[in-house]
């Protein structure tokens, strides 16, 4: 007959077991978790997944060779910022809002301001 003891060792180690190998799916819900998802299928060059990641319209204009020029990028490492796009109309003027999450009270905030040059405010447009 098994004692208690040895009962309970068996049950916590079952509940460890189970407990341990419950996967955390990534889901696209967050800037962070987006930039995640598309730099692993950047770096396993899955550009399947990496265009179910895409707006409906942006799929429409994407070619086989915007996907060619991602061959061969990857990094064991990769450092993942958030930015925020700002375009004031009237002055023809883009601002970069570089945000990070603040641990401490779990709020984003801006780290820093980056006034785009006007010669390359062209890359930010949607034409």
Do not use: W
Request: charged content about 25%; some cysteine; glycine content about 4%.
């Amino acid at each position: 007959m098994i004692n208690s003891t040895r009962l309970i060792f068996i049950l916590l180690l079952l509940i460890l077991t189970v407990g341990c190998t419950h996967e955390k799916i990534v889901k696209p819900d967050s800037p962070e978790n987006l930039s995640y998802l598309a730099s692993v299928a950047i770096n396993n060059q899955d550009f399947n997944e990496l265009k179910s990641y895409f707006t409906d319209s942006s799929k429409e204009t994407l070619d086989d060779q915007y996907f060619e020029d991602l061959i061969g990028i990857n990094s064991h490492g990769v450092e993942h910022r958030t930015y925020s796009l700002l375009r004031m109309i009237d002055q023809d003027q883009i601002v970069l809002l570089e945000i990070v999450k603040n641990p401490e009270n779990n709020n984003y905030e801006i780290q820093n301001i980056i006034k785009v040059p006007k010669e390359y405010g062209e890359l930010f447009s949607n034409k």
